[in-house]
């Protein structure tokens, strides 16, 4: 019961136990029907296109293949969606209430996230990530964490999974957000705050700015160098690359199934936030695909924060993911990986660059971005409250907000989709400072 | 969006919308089936019974034909199970993992209550409450809280009825879980700390104990005395009374479909935790009713704190529900009026007294009680939450721990249901004290 103490189980195997035909079956793959490929990673050093041995030290083979994919479905390994049955499908509900509050004339749905264990989306590529390292024999995951949803998401699935979990967590949040880090340590892992003096770049950093509250790039060279020193151990990453987007495309096909219960047609416009990329992919992604393969017309919206705001004021170019260079070039909408975000309430907002997939689609056309300013962000978050009874996270509350706004001189029975990518219980002495 | 402000919509009338068949269309009434009548409430002054006057300046007359009736099944007004269906009904989940991990021949089945925007069982009865003080005029409610599950949950279903609520809360956890708190203000709720100087009540108290960590007698109180003295406002209580066991009654009456539908007769063994006794009858009561009706032969076992143990250790007599003497008199299981609970973690369970409908169907025979240790009740929940995912609620891991002790040496087949009362996410300090 001690942190880092590896579960007395191993869960591995599949319990064979029904698992509800209302869980998907397959992760969907946009890869498939884009019109153009998505530019590959770079090796950081030749920047060449990266090869399946590259990724090898950092991650399994199940995971390496799905980052190159094209393939339209890929099957979910039946452990794995028997752990998704215990919260999946998650609810679409429309928010009838908020309607009567805002007066508008649109249909309002909102997907909630906030029913998993940990109140947000990211299990959903936890448990895969997790899953795909136990089978091929790894007992340690090292990641890094920005508000703590993403390592407290793989501290559970590594507990239920059966391997030892070690989070290196923004210096900020760690501070500022104890819970998280009580709620990872609860599953059984060891969180440390980023930088540290445990590893090189966390040393480096330290050294040049002893005074850093952190940031998700720095955090990630940090869990990398962990990783790579130890043969047993694997990196797992909560965002950003192919893998996750795949993984998260859970919610956008449960969207596509539960809107068409509900005898809509289709969303007419979706709005998802944007931090790393990997809700808004999840959410939207279905959706863009049926518009390519069958001529629907839902209208995506990234909704990212103004203080961080790399698909509306990024080059879209190769850039690292990390501040000290240690991952692969990624093509993508960045800040720089030097840029260190102001302390916003949405932490898991606070990335300097935007998934390569992210990044793609909207370079395509095929996706629209709007910024958000943090106090427009709240004030959508408790309309919200007050009129559907759950506190959004602060993340969430950027799409909430973009909806809210949009959806107030939306046409008669437009159809509003909301990306709700976790409740903000943990979050609430933002909420505070706010009201 | 300041605290106290009136939210700009009212949400009184059903907004008309289709709810799922799942969603309960009645509350269930045990009296109805129970073999001798439940004691009624006897007025402070006189020890005569009450009758509905006596009870008009605090509560609403819906609320009082309630507490009396012994009509089995009460209609759920269209607003009430409109509100309901954006979480109910809530998912029953069969423990596969934590059945593994502990190797028991039961099937045990948990139901989850934390999915509700709020994360506990207790919205059931605040949406109830706070409706049907809005159908008769009152715009303003005040209430106690211990742990705050209450105090949130009342402050949501205000927010979305329209009302003002004002929240007294227990100052040991005032002090130790401001999140809740923050939580009551995001809806926008006044809470203060109790014993307060704001009422006769709290300064008597605090007169004569200036230190001290305050009890939910205490803070009722101080709720009664500030509604009594307000003809616009009416007091709400989470438990204890009759009324409330009827409104939880949505919980183990999608037991019993929900175990159905999994195909099985019935449930063996039921857990419910047990504090004011809102949770736990909810979750068996349609249980006990139907073994009273149809001879299934479901045992339910109340699984109170040791440190606070009403039904184990206390006496079977009229008492008062709060210290000051204010409330009428309850036939039910004390510790006596003026017992000050230790400052356990399971702040939800820190009361003198139990409902005295669970009080009469312990003494009749008919659910069994157990006591259980603190330190027992959280290896119980760790375990739970490294096997599933969820961390319980402190009050939910006395229930956990007893099912999980039963289980390891349960017969082959037997079905054994945990009532999950809530998530333990903003009680995680304590999950930390304790890993």
Known sequence: MT??????????????????????????????????????????????????????????????????????????????????????????VRAHRLERAIGTRARVYYKYEGVSPVGSHKPNTAVAQAYYNAVEGITRLTTETGAGQWGASLSMACALLGLTCEVWQVRASYDAKPYRRYQMETYGSVCHPSPSDLTEAGRAILERTPDTTGSLGMAISEAVEAAAKDPAAHYSLGSVLNHVMLHQSVIGQEVLVQLAEAGEKQADVVFGCAGGGSNLAGLTFPLIGQNLREGTTTRAVACEPAACPSLTQGEYRYDHGDVAGLTPLLKMHTLGNDFVPPSIHAGGLRYHGMAPMVSHVVELGLMDAVAVDQDEAFVGGVEFARAEGIIPAPESTHAVAAAIAHARTAAEGEVVVIGLSGNGVLDLPAYSAYV
């Open 3 to 92: 942190p880092g103490a590896a579960p007395a189980h191993r869960g591995i195997e599949p319990l064979g136990h029904e698992v509800p035909s209302t869980v998907p079956t397959h992760w969907y793959n946009l890869a498939a029907d884009l019109p153009e490929p998505v530019p590959p990673h770079l090796h950081p050093g030749t920047r060449e296109p990266l090869t399946p041995a590259d990724l090898a030290p950092l991650f399994p083979m199940g995971l390496i293949e799905q980052e190159v994919t094209t393939e339209r479905y890929v099957e979910i390994p039946a452990t794995v969606r028997e752990i998704y049955s215990s919260w999946r499908p998650s609810p679409l």
